[in-house]
């Protein structure tokens, strides 16, 4: 009966008014609010913790969330752009919106790049000397003063920041390009559509292998050489599947969210609803592939050049977050996805796509906190270990607001796409 109520009320024409509902307005003003809120909790935070150590940690994780969103929208857009298919009718604008909200992800960036002498062990010690005089002073252990020495060429604050500006503008050529050919598609004939589909895909093919190069090394940069002792040839890829996976569930949310009036209430049907969640489970299931791998070959190698990275974040507690990391990002939405029914219910896949944003977040924790000497096996209780919570939950509230702004820009459909006359067609009718 739902399918017959659906298809009976599914309109064949798209309203006049293809813009975003005045609703945005508000989950713009509610996501500032909390934006404000959680900042000077931060604030009291910090202050009550006595120091920003944590401040700052906490500032990197919310960088590469809103990083993952950004970048990761961008990269999730050239594989629709290549890939084709319904679920870009239904995406594309959400994406493009979230690939231009990198100026204010590249704003996050300057912050940890002013501050990056108290989050990089290499930044501490940028010269030969310098990592001879702590190795003498006991602030560092010989196999610390090897590493810095060794990949002094790459870890150094000059190199830190140049491959970082220009990763940023690389991405920002892309933004810049995909998004200007999207709007001038629009305003063009529907008889030149595969003309820009084919010059979309020789952009975007491309693309996608700059994307990874250039990503890795964010990911390498930001987070990997925190602990400059270690290393893993997977770990950009760890990184690219992760975005995917956060990319995917808060594109869900917008189109859902956006479906409760036109033009998504036209334009969504149940089916591509129960494709994007089909399509989220498949990063479900690479994401716990790709980590567990990396897990399975450095633990049963067990060489001491790799292995302490893990022990560092399994001992004194931290085998209680990684239990925890495990369940949240696996287990939880692996066992919801797997029901045809929640992925064809639109409160509870938001609700699912809302849980994995938090689970990518609380890895993303289990990622970073432990690369610091007062919390590697030593997971305790600090006013510090709380600002992971606050401070991420500004900046990614902050960077909601800025993505409202640019929802709000552009039509929500672009009205010369192949599919949209399929997508506008009711669902078939069963009994």
């Known amino acids: 009966m739902a399918h017959e109520t659906h298809a009976a009320t599914h309109a064949r024409t798209l309203p006049a008014d293809l813009g975003a509902p005045s609703f945005v307005d508000s989950w713009k003003t509610r996501a500032v609010l909390v934006g404000v809120i959680f900042s000077v909790i931060a604030a009291l935070l910090a202050f009550a913790d006595g120091s920003i150590d944590h401040f700052l940690r906490a500032w990197v994780l919310g960088l590469m969330l809103t990083f993952g969103f950004a970048v990761g929208g961008l990269a999730l857009l050239m594989v629709q752009y290549v890939s084709g298919g319904k679920w870009g009718l239904l995406l594309r604008r959400p994406l493009e919106a979230m690939s231009r909200t990198l100026p204010l992800v590249f704003v996050y960036w300057v912050v940890s790049a002013i501050f990056m002498k108290k989050l990089y062990l290499w930044a501490l010690y940028p010269t030969a000397s310098d990592t001879t005089a702590a190795l003498k002073a006991g602030l560092i252990n010989e196999i610390q003063a090897h590493c810095l020495d060794f990949k002094r060429p790459m870890l150094n604050p000059v190199t830190y920041v140049w491959v970082s500006l220009l990763c940023f503008a690389i991405w920002a050529f892309y933004t810049w390009r995909l998004n200007s050919l999207g709007i001038q598609r629009d305003s063009d004939s529907p008889a030149n559509t595969p003309v820009w589909i084919k010059k979309l895909e020789n952009i975007s093919g491309p693309g996608i292998v700059v994307y990874s190069l250039t990503m890795t090394a964010g990911a390498i940069y930001w987070v990997m050489s925190m602990d400059p002792t270690w290393y893993s040839s997977v770990y950009g890829f760890l990184f690219l599947v992760g975005q995917g996976y956060q990319v995917l569930a808060f594109s869900i949310i917008v189109a859902l969210s956006l479906s409760k009036n036109e033009p998504f209430k036209t334009l969504l049907r149940q089916t591509e609803q129960h494709d994007l969640g089909k399509f989220t489970f498949a990063f479900v299931m690479l994401n716990i592939y790709i980590a567990f791998g990396q897990f399975l070959i450095i633990w049963s190698g067990n060489l001491p050049d790799e292995i302490p990275w893990y022990l560092d974040r399994i001992r004194g507690h931290w085998g209680i977050i990684i239990t925890l990391d495990f369940i949240f990002h696996w287990v939880i939405p692996f066992s919801l996805l797997l029901s045809r029914d929640i992925k064809r219910n639109k409160k509870r896949l938001i609700r699912v ?74 669902e078939h009718v069963h009994a």
């Open 353 to 426: 796509c809302q849980w994995m944003i938090f689970a990518k977040a609380f890895d993303l924790f289990w990622l970073i906190e432990p690369n610091y000497k007062d919390a590697a096996r030593n997971l305790h209780f600090s006013w510090g270990i709380l600002e992971y919570t606050a401070v991420p939950i500004a900046m990614t509230a902050f960077w909601v607001a800025f993505f409202c702004t640019r929802l709000k820009t552009r039509p929500l459909v672009q009205t010369n796409d192949p599919h949209l006359a399929e997508i506008l067609e009711p």
